[in-house]
């Protein structure tokens, strides 16, 4: 069976410090054929000129414009412009472990499969780990209800089909995140995978866009009032049954 073509989109934005360490860890796992797709917000540092020396010597790095208006419309532009049949997903300040995309192409053999999304050990800065697995710590697990009232979606760790962009393109302006609109989106149009093996060396520090902790109790019930009421406008949408 002919491995299918993979697209990377990053969403990059003042990364200087740790996007050159992120980037070789992908390029170092992508066949000729495939793209690190980089949408750039304007920056204030070095970002743009480390990204295009490397475009420069790899054909396989494409840069475009970000909308410069925040992470989830910076991640939509890169994932609107990616091409190949697969996309991953990829934060600017991470590692991908080898091994990684062969791993996950590999529940892509089942045409059912719309989202993939493997484990990840969080580090600090310096890559030293914290948290061994992400799964166990948060308690991650399939299911629409589960990931409403919890999400354990999680984009660094994602990846999924080309066609699925006609369903979750354009982000609904009330989502909170972008992932866990494309791992709903997964469930209730195919299958989404839970990969147990830990691909990413998840790196928090000073200045993550996202964060591990968790947000107030009223500020985490909008969240959950919004998502839920885009998931039920999807569904009536598409003709799926209500919950």
């Known amino acids: 069976m002919k491995r299918k073509s993979v697209s990377v989109a990053m969403a990059a934005y003042n990364g200087q410090q740790y996007i050159q360490q992120q980037m070789e860890s992908i390029l170092k796992q992508l066949h000729m054929d495939d793209e690190l797709l980089i949408s750039l917000d304007f920056s204030t540092d070095n970002t743009e000129y480390i990204v295009q020396k490397m475009a420069e010597k790899d054909d396989r790095i494409q840069i ?6 925040g992470v989830l419309k910076n991640f939509e532009n890169a994932i609107n412009l990616a091409k190949n049949e697969i996309l991953f997903l990829s934060d600017q300040d991470d590692v991908w472990l080898d091994g990684k995309v062969e791993r996950i192409l590999k529940e ?8 993939v999304m493997h484990d990840a050990a969080v ?8 948290i061994s697995s992400i799964f166990k710590e948060r308690n991650v697990k399939l299911g629409v209800k589960e990931n409403i ?3 354990g979606y999680r984009g660094c760790c994602m990846a999924f089909r080309q066609s699925l962009k006609d369903d979750i393109l354009p982000f609904p302006k009330t989502i909170p995140m972008h992932d866990q609109w494309i791992g709903l ?6 299958k989404n995978v839970l990969v147990p093996e830990v691909y990413l060396l998840y790196r928090r520090h000073s200045k993550n866009e996202t964060d591990l902790k968790h ?4 500020q985490m019930l ?8 885009e998931i039920e406008k999807f569904k009536k949408k598409k003709g799926f049954k209500s919950s």
């Open 108 to 115: 892509f053999e089942d045409e059912q499969v719309q989202v």
């Open 185 to 190: 989106v997964g469930e209730l149009t195919g």
């Open 215 to 218: 947000a107030g109790i009223l």
């Open 64 to 69: 475009v414009h970000g909308p410069s208006l």
């Open 222 to 229: 909008r969240w959950r009032k919004d998502i839920y009421t």
């Open 149 to 151: 009232l919890k999400n």
């Open 123 to 130: 580090t600090d800065e310096n890559l030293h780990i914290q």
